[in-house]
């Protein structure tokens, strides 16, 4: 069994602050974790993807994230906010399940 | 490369409509196929997935279907439309045994009035 839990729904942030959405995931097997993002009416879109080969995971647009298996957790982090940030991001888990689990979603809102 | 594409971009159909919503994969062969429904601010919910030409595994009861006509070609279909079908649809696929990673195309709005 596996399951994803996103621990904010929105998350408010000035341009030029650093930027943290939360992840905690359950799973049987050792996951595969990933972040994605979804810009308004637009596909998601990878940022970065867990396996195993290193804790700090470094992804697209200066976003990075963090495994801690003692926490079960995948924060994202990325050290300043730019405007075009502002989107919905998803936490994936995918362990020995065959179908992903995907958390309910961040939103992340930039004021400038 | 691989790319994904969906068709239409947008659609508003009315009820008891019927619909055809098409994915199409590119630079790949035997793909994972699936498609996901988002409703007006909530997550994903996996409606549909495919291992195969001809097979596919329904998440949840609805008046959708899909099919897989081709390796990489899969289909959303419904013979009447309800309002609840609103909302914004995504195909995406992985490759199996090579990565576990999901690419999702572009999407399809779809409004049902």
């Known amino acids: 069994a596996q399951s994803v839990t996103q621990l904010d729904s929105h998350v408010s942030v000035s341009e030029g602050t650093p930027v943290l959405l939360r992840c905690n995931y359950s799973s049987s097997y050792s996951p595969s974790l990933f972040w994605y993002v979804q810009h308004p009416n637009k596909g998601l879109q990878l940022l970065l993807k867990?396996?195993?080969?290193?804790?700090l995971v470094k992804g697209i647009n200066g976003f990075e994230a963090e495994f801690k298996k003692s926490e079960t957790s995948f924060h994202l982090t990325k050290p300043s906010a730019h405007m075009s940030d502002a989107a919905e991001y998803f936490c994936?888990?995918?362990?020995?399940?065959?179908?992903?689990?995907f958390g309910r979603g961040t939103s992340l809102i930039v004021h400038p | 490369s691989q790319t994904i594409h969906q068709w239409p971009a947008t659609l508003v159909q009315p009820v008891g409509s019927p619909l055809s919503l098409e994915c199409t994969v590119e630079?790949?062969?035997?793909?994972?196929l699936y498609w996901y429904r988002q409703a007006a601010g909530r997550g994903l919910q996996l409606l549909f997935y495919s291992v195969g030409i001809g097979q596919i595994s329904s998440e949840v009861p609805q008046n959708l279907s899909a099919s897989r006509p081709q390796d990489r070609q899969f289909i959303l279909s419904s013979k009447k439309l309800l309002l609840s079908d609103s909302g914004f649809y995504l195909c995406a696929f992985d490759r199996p045994v090579i990565t576990d990673t999901q690419y999702f195309g572009p999407g399809t709005r779809l409004t049902v009035l």
């Open positions: 630079g790949t062969s035997n793909p994972n």
């Open positions: 867990y396996t195993s080969a290193a804790t």
């Open positions: 994936v888990v995918r362990g020995g399940s065959y179908i992903p689990t």
